[in-house]
């Protein structure tokens, strides 16, 4: 079942970007015709396609930077306060990573909401609309984003540290070692494993940010400006009927994860793991 | 000493503490906004002075949410889809875990590495061709073309976390079963399900939320048939980008999120343990 729908698929995804395929093949029976890497050609000479895959990359790196800072801080924090303070950010926190990507993006709309939306009221911004520009979009994207990512690392990066011996802790500290320095050179070496796991993981889902730009951008922003790589293969693909290109794209996303994901299995193997 | 650490130390934690109450209400705030937004009679949600709180609660907006578009019909197709998603992979995620840590065969290693590069896989580039093969197999606008690829996506993740807690069941009572006279049904059954079955609570939760939350493919494969349709599209039935019924959407997303954030909360202590066990991995 694996194969079927994961390895025929991916086979087929590689077999349809080679060829023309348009709403003409798909119901009217239009043969299809070879194209080699004809769409590859056409996709990589068009500027809106170079333009998609930086915003996207741009993106995840804010998405991915954001998400590990907050995660990681706040981790830390749990660990210096008492069970009652600690227990309401976990609660808060699971309660954000629990919430569905669509009613998440749609709760984060409404606090912006130009008119009728909380935070614009509270920071005096009148009726200033957050989807209208480029960068603003993309920010209250990010936003949701780190919102529903960070509980992850949060959750991962706080039980790392609680699994640290408090001896070696104590003993640091015995020896002067300044709160830096500790996290420096004792809990960041200790931590890296659980680093790399969430780093990877955290690319490879911001990577692929679909719901949050569908829903929040209205399938894709202002005439487009917010596409990402995802959004834009589905738009090509559904909306214009373009199938070969956005499996094209699709393939090319394909590449870039299989790559993220050979630098996570060297990773792993380096650190002695046995499969 | 000891003292003057503490007198020096305790201004610090009480700031580290507020801190976090402040942060865990921010991150809250969200929720809460949307909770009570879907309380809120018509008339305060579209006021220019939104206030953090209503003095007169109302259910129109869950009336107008049920009352619309079948709605209870898109909560069940949900509750469908999700449950047999959870209960298929669950099972197949036991019996393949335990096949590849309890059985050494050729090509093992070779199948673990694939588990892990399927979970890499962006399910969202394979929509496309996942569209013809529905297709071909005349499953579009069914929820059985939302079923069987969710499941497949699931189970390389459930399987991987799932290894760890077979692995954590020592041998010598697989070999104290046998000598009891057990069979290997009987050990699989009676003795390593219970024990993995906190693994597979935790795992359940990701396959319950993928499937529960999706977006994508109830986009593209629902696309005539709306009777078929799940929770997420009903949502975006009430939100028009030019002019939203934000009282509406909110009600609903609150009817959408409260099954998983009760669902999150009571397997939240496995949840955080499936998850230490996965990485430690």
Redesign the interface.
């Known amino acids: 079942m694996l194969g079927g729908l994961l390895v025929y698929p991916i086979y087929q995804l590689g077999l349809i970007s080679f060829f023309e395929y348009t709403q003409a093949q798909v119901s009217g029976g239009e043969p299809t015709t070879f194209q080699g890497f004809g769409n590859y050609a056409e996709l990589f000479g068009d500027p809106q396609f170079w333009q998609v895959l930086l915003a996207t990359v741009l993106f995840a790196a804010a998405c991915v930077v954001s998400t590990l800072a907050v995660g990681c801080a706040l981790a830390v924090l749990l660990t210096r306060v008492r069970a009652l303070p600690r227990l309401a950010l976990m609660l808060a926190a699971l309660g954000a990573w629990a919430t569905p990507a669509v009613t998440g993006s749609t709760v984060w709309l409404f606090l912006f909401d130009p008119d009728f939306g909380p935070v614009n009221r509270m920071l005096g911004l009148g009726d200033h609309s957050w989807t209208y520009g480029r960068i603003s979009a993309f920010f209250l994207v990010l936003l949701e984003v780190v919102w529903c990512s960070f509980p992850f690392v949060m959750v991962t990066v706080y039980a790392g540290i609680r699994a640290v011996p408090s001896e070696v802790l104590e003993a640091a500290a015995l020896d002067g070692a300044s709160q830096w320095r500790i996290w420096r050179s004792v809990l960041a070496p200790m931590l890296r494993p659980i680093l790399v796991v969430v780093t990877i993981q955290s690319v490879i889902w911001d990577f692929k940010v679909f719901t949050q730009i569908y829903v929040m951008t209205n399938g894709g922003g202002i005439a487009g400006q917010n596409l990402v790589l995802n959004v834009y293969a589905y738009q090509q693909a559904f909306a214009s009927s373009q199938y070969s290109l956005g499996s094209a794209i699709g393939v090319v996303m394909l590449l870039i994860l299989l790559a993220v994901t050979l630098v996570y299995l060297r990773l792993l193997r380096r650190q002695g793991e046995e499969l | 000493m000891n003292l003057l650490r503490a007198r020096v130390r305790r201004p610090?934690?009480l700031a580290?503490?507020a801190?976090?109450?402040l942060?865990?209400?921010v991150?809250?705030f969200?929720?809460y906004?949307?909770v009570l937004?879907a309380f809120k009679p018509a008339g305060e949600?579209?006021?220019?002075?939104?206030r953090?709180w209503t003095l007169a609660p109302s259910l129109d907006s869950f009336r107008r949410v049920f009352g619309q578009q079948e709605f209870g019909r898109y909560f069940l197709n949900s509750l469908v889809v999700a449950s047999c998603v959870v209960i298929a992979s669950a099972l197949?995620a036991f019996l393949a875990a335990t096949a590849v840590t309890r059985f050494r065969f050729r090509l093992r290693?070779t199948l673990?590495?694939m588990f892990?590069?399927?979970q890499?896989?962006?399910?969202?580039?394979?929509?496309?061709?996942?569209?013809?093969?529905m297709r071909d197999f005349g499953q579009l606008n069914t929820l059985g073309s939302l079923i069987?690829?969710h499941?497949?996506?699931s189970?390389?993740f459930a399987i991987w976390m799932l290894r760890g807690f077979v692995k954590g069941v020592p041998e010598a009572l697989e070999e104290a079963a046998y000598i009891d006279g057990a069979s290997r049904a009987r050990f699989l059954w009676q003795i390593l399900f219970p024990l993995v079955l906190p693994g597979l609570v935790a795992t359940s939760v990701f396959s319950f939320?993928s499937a529960?939350?999706d977006?994508?493919f109830a986009k593209?494969f629902i696309i005539s048939d709306t009777s078929q349709s799940t929770l997420?599209m009903a949502?975006?039935v009430f939100?028009k980008?030019d002019d939203p019924d934000?009282g509406g959407?909110?009600a609903a997303?609150t009817v959408?999120?409260i099954p998983?954030?009760v669902?999150?909360?009571l397997v939240?202590r496995r949840l955080?343990s499936g998850?230490?066990g996965a990485?430690?991995d």
């Open positions: 610090g934690r580290a503490e801190s976090a109450l942060i865990a209400v991150v809250a969200p929720l906004w949307m937004s949600i579209e006021s220019s002075e939104p953090p197949i290693t673990l590495i892990l590069v399927a890499m896989v962006p399910v969202e580039a394979l929509t496309i061709p996942l569209f013809f093969l069987l690829p499941i497949a996506f189970l390389p939320i529960w939350n977006f994508l593209s997420p949502l975006l939100y980008p934000w959407v909110m997303s959408m999120t998983v954030l669902f999150f909360v939240q955080v998850l230490g990485v430690k």
